[in-house]
């Protein structure tokens, strides 16, 4: 296999043809890789996706090939993936106000240029889900929010609709689905690209703990900061450190890496109603 790309998370690799997706344990907060891995963070990274890409086939096609046909060693966390062009926009959708979409709100009472209604807090649900993209940015640089105007200058307006209708039926969907087993999917960030014919094709990760935020929903209360079964734990230990955002990352104590795993785990075990 040829190493195309190492990301914060996973590497890409070229094999006959096809791509293969590999996850690691690595976790990264604040766009800095932390040089404490997660055990199975990989695995259960991998084994989700699989698991929302085969419920939400009928809503957008997406880039597996094959979750077995893969090298011995990367077995669990790696897929046999499709080649596709990809679109080079990060798509957001948000049901709920947190994060960078809160701290763009209270600065400008709209996230991406879609204006919001006063009066919203921490963890407030949205009247409808909302279309927020970022720029995907190199390793070791931010995502920059920008509007839907700005995709359309990128991917043409028939693109950018495209893009947006589909993020937000991805959401939808799986808002719905997550919320039946007690789950809030309070937001989450999806990567398309497009197959030889132009069409659009769901590929990277989908509705994991890493791209998302999931909220035990028994517990959802606006105006507070939200407990949370993803990286969303470790990101505000790594606040609560004191450290600047910046290389080097401090090193993640035991019982917090302990904590996280088991965080990533009830999020699987919970959404897929499957023991880890």
């Given at each position: 296999?040829?190493?195309?790309?190492?990301?914060?998370?996973?590497?890409?690799?070229?094999?006959?043809?096809?791509?293969?997706?590999?996850?690691?344990?690595?976790?990264?907060?604040?766009?800095?890789?932390?040089?404490?891995?997660?055990?199975?963070?990989?695995?259960?990274?991998?084994?989700?996706?699989?698991?929302?890409?085969?419920?939400?086939?009928?809503?957008?096609?997406?880039?597996?090939?094959?979750?077995?046909?893969?090298?011995?060693?990367?077995?669990?966390?790696?897929?046999?993936?499709?080649?596709?062009?990809?679109?080079?926009?990060?798509?957001?959708?948000?049901?709920?106000?947190?994060?960078?979409?809160?701290?763009?709100?209270?600065?400008?009472?709209?996230?991406?240029?879609?204006?919001?209604?006063?009066?919203?807090?921490?963890?407030?649900?949205?009247?409808?889900?909302?279309?927020?993209?970022?720029?995907?940015?190199?390793?070791?640089?931010?995502?920059?929010?920008i509007t839907f105007e700005d995709v359309v200058a990128?991917?043409?307006?028939?693109?950018?609709?495209?893009?947006?209708?589909?993020?937000?039926?991805?959401?939808?969907?799986?808002?719905?689905?997550?919320?039946?087993?007690?789950?809030?999917?309070?937001?989450?960030?999806?990567?398309?690209?497009?197959?030889?014919?132009?069409?659009?094709?769901?590929?990277?990760?989908?509705?994991?703990?890493?791209?998302?935020?999931?909220?035990?929903?028994?517990?959802?209360?606006?105006?507070?900061?939200?407990?949370?079964?993803?990286?969303?734990?470790?990101?505000?230990?790594?606040?609560?450190?004191?450290?600047?955002?910046?290389?080097?990352?401090?090193?993640?104590?035991?019982?917090?890496?302990?904590?996280?795993?088991?965080?990533?785990?009830?999020?699987?075990?919970?959404?897929?109603?499957?023991?880890?």
């Amino acid at each position: 296999m040829k190493l195309l790309h190492s990301g914060k998370v996973r590497e890409v690799y070229e094999d006959r043809g096809d791509i293969i997706l590999v996850a690691s344990d690595r976790v990264s907060v604040y766009d800095v890789i932390l040089p404490t891995p997660i055990p199975d963070k990989g695995k259960i990274l991998t084994q989700l996706s699989l698991w929302w890409f085969e419920q939400l086939a009928d809503v957008v096609p997406n880039h597996v090939i094959s979750a077995t046909d893969v090298p011995e060693e990367f077995a669990g966390r790696a897929v046999r993936c499709r080649r596709l062009d990809m679109v080079p926009v990060e798509c957001i959708a948000r049901g709920y106000l947190t994060g960078g979409g809160l701290k763009e709100y209270e600065a400008s009472g709209s996230v991406s240029g879609v204006e919001l209604p006063p009066g919203l807090v921490e963890g407030s649900k949205l009247p409808e889900p909302i279309f927020t993209p970022t720029t995907k940015a190199q390793l070791g640089a931010h995502d920059e929010s920008i509007t839907f105007e700005d995709v359309v200058a990128r991917e043409g307006r028939e693109g950018a609709e495209e893009l947006r209708r589909v993020t937000l039926e991805v959401y939808r969907r799986g808002a719905e689905l997550a919320a039946e087993r007690g789950v809030i999917i309070a937001d989450t960030k999806l990567e398309f690209g497009r197959a030889a014919d132009g069409g659009l094709v769901l590929a990277d990760e989908v509705l994991t703990s890493d791209s998302s935020r999931f909220w035990p929903a028994v517990e959802w209360e606006p105006g507070r900061a939200q407990n949370s079964f993803d990286k969303q734990f470790v990101r505000d230990w790594a606040t609560g450190t004191g450290w600047d955002k910046k290389e080097p990352a401090p090193e993640v104590p035991e019982q917090i890496v302990e904590a996280t795993r088991a965080r990533y785990i009830e999020a699987y075990e919970r959404i897929t109603g499957k023991s880890w």
